[in-house]
């Protein structure tokens, strides 16, 4: 199992960025997938989680209405898009997959069993 995240870098307050996540290695349909962040100093938090079994999609509150999660079965992809980024969104950002299918609101990184090596987004003021 591989994922391979990209797309991070660097970008003013209220400018967007896309991340993205390839996976490879198994069945991209019958799990989830999630994306994690951790800012220096602080615990790795969920961000956005969402299950290809269950069809949902789970949104920490502090980035609901600005940040869209999105799949695609044929490229085996989990997008991230971002609008309007904070500063506080500062972070390195890592994409996971479970094994067990579980339902998307299951967003916290415990619960997942594959990661990426994590791509940075740094936002300015």
């Known amino acids: 199992v591989q994922l391979v995240e990209s797309g991070g870098g660097l970008v003013q307050a209220g400018g967007s960025l896309r991340l993205s996540c390839q996976s490879s290695g198994f069945a991209f349909g019958e799990h989830t997938f999630g994306w994690f962040r951790q800012a220096p100093g602080k615990e790795r938090e969920g961000v956005s989680c969402?299950?290809?079994?269950?069809?949902?999609?789970y949104y920490a509150d502090s980035v609901k209405g600005r940040f869209t999660l999105s799949s695609d079965s044929v490229k085996n992809t989990v997008y991230l898009q971002m609008n309007n980024l904070k500063p506080e969104d500062t972070a390195v950002y890592y994409c996971a997959a479970d094994w067990r299918g579980l339902t998307s609101s299951y967003c916290y990184p415990s619960a997942y069993d594959y990661w990426g090596l994590g791509t940075q987004v740094t936002v300015s003021s």
């Open positions: 969402i299950s290809n079994v269950h069809n949902n999609t």
